[in-house]
């Protein structure tokens, strides 16, 4: 199975601030790597597709990079809605696995 | 607007079966790959379940292999997951969603609201 550790596993800012959540695979992954925001109570959303295309309708301060093992979720200038748990996933193969979360807190 | 709606999903003792339902509307079902994905209370995500937009593969984790079943009709907008002898680890909320178009298991794009599976003595 293919291991998908990110860091750091919680993460305290301010609004205005950027931020940066990384992302490693246990094996080469190409670009089959997708990153999610969950709200508590929520169902995740999909931010960020092949690890560098933006999903329809999220703000462009949400970016993402990297290729085969590393991978990074940028946001820019964060906004008070952007306090959440952040999940990165590969779909390359199954089991399809997703790492750990980051809890984004406000600081 | 793409919506997903799980059903039935309730509390069960181990050993026990429950199959929940997915409902979908607004978008063209039979051209999606569709997935489950659960969360224990207080953790995180978990895959459970792909299947193809035609419903002739499913794929599985390893740790409902054997016990869980995905199947889809088309005819009636809808998947179904059975799940069978269930254990007190497969407590959670599970979440049916619909995966990026000519893609196999992921990325999932429209997420249902969930629906939460208790497994209890």
């Known amino acids: 199975d293919i291991q998908m550790t990110q860091s750091p596993s919680s993460l305290s800012a301010s609004v205005g601030d950027r931020v940066t959540i990384t992302c490693r695979a246990s094996?080469?992954?190409?670009?089959?790597l997708n990153w999610y925001q969950q709200k508590p109570g929520k169902a995740p959303n999909l931010l960020i597709y092949?690890?560098?295309s933006l999903q329809s309708g999220v703000p462009s301060r949400f970016s993402g990079g990297g290729f085969g093992i590393d991978f990074t979720l940028t946001i820019t200038s964060l906004q008070p809605e952007d306090f959440a748990t952040y999940y990165c996933q590969q779909s390359y193969t199954t089991p399809v696995t997703f790492g750990q979360g980051t809890r984004l807190e406000i600081k | 607007e793409v919506q997903l709606l799980e059903s039935g999903g309730g509390f069960v003792q181990p050993g026990g079966s429950l199959r929940l339902s997915c409902a979908a509307s607004g978008f063209t079902f039979s051209s999606y790959a569709m997935t489950w994905v659960r969360q224990a209370p207080g953790k995180g995500l978990e895959w459970v379940s792909s299947i193809s937009a035609t419903g002739d593969t499913a794929y599985y984790a390893d740790s409902v292999k054997g016990r869980f079943t995905f199947s889809r009709d088309n005819s009636k907008n809808t998947l179904y997951l059975q799940m069978n002898s269930l254990r007190a680890e497969d407590t959670a909320v599970y979440y049916c969603?619909?995966?990026?178009?000519?893609?196999?298991?992921?990325?999932?794009?429209?997420w249902g609201q969930g629906t939460l599976v208790t497994v209890s003595s």
């Open positions: 094996h080469s992954i190409g670009n089959y």
């Open positions: 969603a619909k995966v990026r178009l000519l893609y196999t298991y992921g990325p999932a794009m429209h």
């Open positions: 092949a690890a560098s």
